[in-house]
Each structure stands twice: as structure tokens, then as C-alpha cells.
């Protein structure tokens, strides 16, 4: 809880893939992603696999369906 702490008063110091970097490199396979793949989840989904060999994503079903 201590690094995690010192990470957040860090953090704004940090690019977003830096700081994913770091939060895998520092709790490796506890880190999973969440996401329904809106614009936000698809990019995070890929910052999180150029970041872990085994990422851990589940999905959301927000029920958002996007009128075209």
C-alpha cells in the first residue's frame, strides 16, 4: 500500500505507458483491466499489452450501443 501511495504522488510526473510500466513492473499479474472497449478501453487495452507478456483484461457490458 506504501509503494502504491508513493506512486500516486508521483504519478503526475509519469506518461500514461510510464506509469503503466511501472504499475506492472511493480504488481505484475495482480494488475487486470477492465473494459467495455469504448475509444478510452481500446487504448488502454493496448498501453496495457505493450506493458505485460499475460495481460489480464475482462470485459464490461456497459449497454452503450452506438448510434451510427
Same mark, same amino acid.
Given at each position: 500500500?506504501?509503494?502504491?501511495?508513493?506512486?500516486?504522488?508521483?504519478?503526475?510526473?509519469?506518461?500514461?505507458?510510464?506509469?503503466? =510500466?511501472?504499475?506492472?513492473? @511493480?504488481? /505484475?499479474?495482480?494488475?487486470?483491466?477492465?473494459?467495455?472497449?469504448?475509444?478510452? /478501453?481500446?487504448?488502454?487495452? =493496448?498501453?496495457?499489452? @505493450?506493458?505485460?507478456?499475460?495481460?489480464?483484461?475482462?470485459?464490461? =457490458?456497459?449497454?452503450?450501443?452506438?448510434? @451510427?
Amino acid at each position: 500500500e506504501k509503494k502504491l501511495k508513493n506512486l500516486i504522488a508521483k504519478a503526475e510526473n509519469y506518461t500514461s505507458q510510464e506509469l503503466i =510500466d511501472i504499475v506492472v513492473e @511493480e504488481f /505484475g499479474s495482480k494488475v487486470s483491466l477492465a473494459t467495455s472497449f469504448g475509444v478510452e /478501453g481500446k487504448v488502454l487495452t =493496448d498501453m496495457l499489452c @505493450e506493458a505485460s507478456s499475460n495481460p489480464q483484461i475482462f470485459t464490461l =457490458d456497459s449497454g452503450f450501443k452506438k448510434v @451510427e
